[in-house]
């Protein structure tokens, strides 16, 4: 047997007794003679198991248990009676203790009941953490957030070292997600990763210095997609049931990435659906706002003579409100039409500074400082500059409305000629984005604006995609949010 006990009872001798049964046992011992002590000794933790004797002063046995199981709520407590009295037992376990033993002790009967207690114990906190790991999962779609999941959840359930989740990719198993100490060699965990994924079943194997690396398989739809793997430290020897376990844990990972996989599949499936209807609708909505546009032309002149100026800056309104839907309709129909791209030479500084003067006047009358950060040596790139106007204009507007009265923007154009591309960032200091946003931030139509459309990001990710650059965002809640764009300098 494997734990920590406390013992407590103010007779020496039975102290003594327990001590060296429970120590024959394998269980490492901590025996005290009254309840100011074990509740010492349990601040300090780490017990799995206690054995209170029911007869103390100040608190008896019982009222003990309760204090330790309000810092402690899943500690198994064992009330020793003296006298076998069996209301006394009834009342212990009725009242949270796992068992109860009756002096002088029986080996056998010792044994039994605080096995079975240590056994118990131990499924219980490994359902406590599959639940959690559970929980995280179901509540978050994001792989990267899941695999880390999975992996930080093995570390605590196995006591092991680290814990590496490999998946497979063109036939290499490629590490994805890890917690706990960096590993000296990858090499070895990779070598478990694949071992496991060709067996199909958990599989141990000794890597170097004499570390052992345990692996289960991940199965989705009856083929391996990857493995975990747990390395342990030297001297701990992994048990059949370890291997069970990791197995149960891959189990639960394998379940949620395809629960992932489903999710985005079907996500984008809508998305697209929902991008061809909008294009449908826009396209419809085209030419009846073309004839409102001009009726309100023609009302505005005919009622700029008007004797009351109230009546034509109304006409005003009506057309301006007109623009701005027939602005919108150009771009979801642009959306849902695959464009194409008229490239040609544009220098990015420029475009960048050409985007920031039409920004001018959402600056005004507030106190946004904007730095500008442009390296010297930014070539000319082949790039569409109508289609990336309104990438550059989306997030400068978006940085702008993350901010309140004050804040600074700052916007920063460098190259990186060894991966051929041109970096730009565009960065704030306003409320950032939560989880939740940063996940869905490009989909269609997602804005936490009242009066947002939830499109720019969209668009900007697909002129983007279609210059064959990307963009990524780093962002916190209340901590700004940091977007750059990848553009190749040449045509892909
Ligand atoms: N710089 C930013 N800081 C904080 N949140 C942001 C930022 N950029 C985007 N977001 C979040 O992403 C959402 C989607 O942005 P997107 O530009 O696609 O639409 P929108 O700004 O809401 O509407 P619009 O169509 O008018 O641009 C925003 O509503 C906002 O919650
Ligand atoms: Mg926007």
Redesign the pocket.
């Known amino acids: 047997m494997k734990g920590r006990v406390l013992v407590v009872d103010n007779d020496p001798q039975i102290r003594e007794v327990l001590e060296m049964r429970l120590e024959a046992l394998g269980l490492a011992v901590t025996a005290v003679a009254g309840p100011r002590e074990a509740l010492a000794a349990l601040d300090a933790g780490g017990f799995d198991l206690a054995l209170f004797d029911l007869k103390m002063e100040p608190m008896d046995g019982i009222a003990l248990m309760e204090t330790a199981h309000q810092r402690l709520p899943g500690l198994p407590v064992l009330i020793m009676t003296a006298h076998g009295s069996i209301e006394d037992a009834v009342a212990a376990i009725q009242r949270g203790a796992f068992d109860y033993l009756t002096k002088p002790f029986l080996p056998d009967e010792l044994r039994a009941r605080v096995g079975q207690a240590l056994s118990e114990r131990r499924w219980a906190r490994d359902r406590g953490r599959l639940k959690a790991v559970g929980e995280t999962l179901a509540s978050s779609g994001v792989m990267e957030r899941i695999l880390d999941a999975v992996a930080q959840a093995t570390v605590e359930a196995t006591e092991a070292e680290r814990s590496v989740v490999f998946l497979l990719e063109g036939g290499q198993a490629i590490p994805m997600a890890s917690a706990g100490t960096q590993p000296k060699a990858w090499e070895p965990l990779q070598a478990a990763a694949a071992a496991a994924v060709e067996k199909g079943v958990p599989t141990t194997l000794i890597g170097a210095e004499g570390r052992v690396a345990l692996a289960a398989p991940l199965v989705v739809k009856g083929g391996p997609v990857g493995a975990l793997v747990v390395e342990c430290p030297e001297r701990v020897a992994p048990t059949p049931e370890d291997l069970e376990l990791l197995a149960l844990f891959s189990f639960q990972a394998a379940v949620a990435l395809k629960n992932a996989h489903e999710l985005s599949q079907l996500r984008s499936g809508a998305l697209a659906a929902l991008g061809r209807m909008a294009a449908q609708v826009a396209h419809e909505l085209k030419n009846p706002l073309g004839g409102l546009k001009l009726y309100a032309r023609h009302l505005e002149k005919r009622l700029a003579a008007a004797p009351d100026p109230e009546l034509g800056e109304l006409a005003q309104k009506i057309g301006r409100a007109i623009d701005h839907l027939a602005n919108l309709v150009t771009e979801i129909t642009a959306f849902g039409r695959p464009a194409e791209l008229k490239r040609e030479p544009v220098n990015v500084v420029q475009l960048l500074d050409e985007c920031l003067a039409l920004c001018q006047d959402r600056l005004a009358r507030r106190h946004i400082r904007v730095s500008r950060e442009y390296a010297p040596d930014v070539p000319v790139a082949l790039l569409d500059p109508r289609e990336l106007r309104k990438v550059f204009l ?1 997030l400068l ?2 940085a702008l ?1 993350a901010m309140g009265d004050e804040g600074t923007l700052s916007v920063t154009v460098s190259h990186r000629p060894e991966e051929g591309m041109i970096q730009l960032t565009i960065e704030d200091s306003g409320c950032g984005m939560s989880e939740e946003t940063l996940s869905r931030v490009f989909d269609l139509f997602f804005t936490t604006k009242p009066h ?1 459309t939830g499109l ?2 969209a668009i900007a990710r697909s002129v983007v995609d279609l210059h064959g650059g990307r963009i990524q965002i780093e962002s916190r809640p209340g901590e700004g949010t940091r977007v750059h764009v990848l553009l190749p300098v040449r045509h892909p």
């Open positions: 989306n507007l978006n409305e947002g720019g990001m």
